[in-house]
């Protein structure tokens, strides 16, 4: 099973702080290559915190992969001439991808840059280095909890697109009347690139109950219900946990999702288990025949 241009399928890492991690993480890699993934992005920690493992990541990736990397840009607590020179540096590592974002600060730090939104720093990249980079944005299907309002949310969409952006990646989600209503409603503004749904496989409930807290995503009652019926049953949350996220996908690709961005968490058991059962539109099933753990 192969990502073709009808249909993406891209993989989110972050960068390990130890051996062990980086040992982790270019296993974890090599074996999601093999499903000739559109691109692996790599995150960045708030106000630029690990900035250092991010650049990193991109350079290992690019050395042991051949799959096309997407680093991952914060534009708060960053000045220009810190924004150019990265993007600068990308450029002659022979990156084309970039997934732009505002970012959050860091506990503590004061000030935010010379940048106030990811549209500022998608029209800078686009001064500074033209149409080189495919630059994906950010877009919330449940709406980004510091919007004042929904209108308002799309339309900060809109702004980034006129900046220059070629596509955008959600927030995950589990519910995806989310995603398809928030593709009607951009449509009314005129929003119409590509917007590629995040998914997030669910390993451990309380972690995603955790990240879910801190990024204002929501998961359904009956989802949160049915994982505190498996409190004292660990195997039998793993397999609802897949589910959901399995009919989730499902239901994503029947309705004419154009890809599924996955947040593998440096983790790739399960997205390779949800690729090998989802038998997507226009691939060879060659995933079967690796070995899932």
């Not at 692996?40 to 650049?55: D, L, N």
């Not at 997407?70 to 997934?99: F, K, W």
């Not at 998608?122 to 495919?134: L, Y």
């Not at 288990?273 to 060659?286: C, F, K, Q, Y």
Request: charged fraction near 20%; aromatic fraction near 10%; include cysteine.
């Amino acid at each position: 099973m192969k990502a073709t241009s009808d249909f993406s399928i891209s993989f989110e890492f972050f960068p390990p702080k130890s051996l062990e991690g980086k040992e982790k993480l270019s296993s974890t890699a090599a074996r999601l290559a093999e499903v000739s993934p559109q691109f692996f992005s790599v995150t960045f920690g708030a106000g630029g915190s690990t900035r250092e493992g991010t650049i990193e990541t991109v350079s290992s990736l690019k050395v042991h992969t051949a799959i096309p990397v997407a680093p991952h840009l914060a534009c708060i607590g960053a000045s220009r001439e810190e924004m150019a020179a990265m993007i600068r540096h990308y450029q002659t590592l022979g990156i084309q991808r970039l997934v732009a974002l505002r970012g959050d600060l860091p506990s503590g730090m004061g000030q935010s840059g010379e940048f106030r939104y990811a549209s500022e720093l998608v029209e800078f990249i686009r001064e500074t280095t033209g149409d080189h980079f495919h630059i994906e944005v950010a877009a919330y299907p449940e709406f980004h909890p510091q919007a004042r309002n929904a209108p308002n949310d799309v339309l900060n969409l809109k702004k980034k697109i006129e900046a220059g952006a070629n596509s955008a990646i959600t927030q995950y989600f589990f519910n995806p009347d989310a995603y398809f209503n928030f593709l009607d409603y951009c449509a009314e503004f005129g929003v119409t690139l590509p917007i590629i749904p995040g998914i997030m496989p669910i390993a451990q409930f309380s972690k995603l109950q955790h990240f879910s807290n801190l990024c204002g995503a929501e998961i359904p009652r009956w989802i949160s219900e049915r994982f505190a019926a498996y409190a004292d049953d660990p195997e039998s949350a793993r397999k609802f946990g897949f589910e959901v996220v399995h009919e989730l996908c499902r239901q994503l690709i029947a309705g004419g999702a154009p890809g599924l961005h996955f947040y593998t968490l440096n983790h790739d058991e399960i997205c390779l288990e949800l690729l090998r059962e989802l038998d997507l539109p226009s691939r060879t099933g060659e995933i079967s025949r690796l070995k899932v753990l």
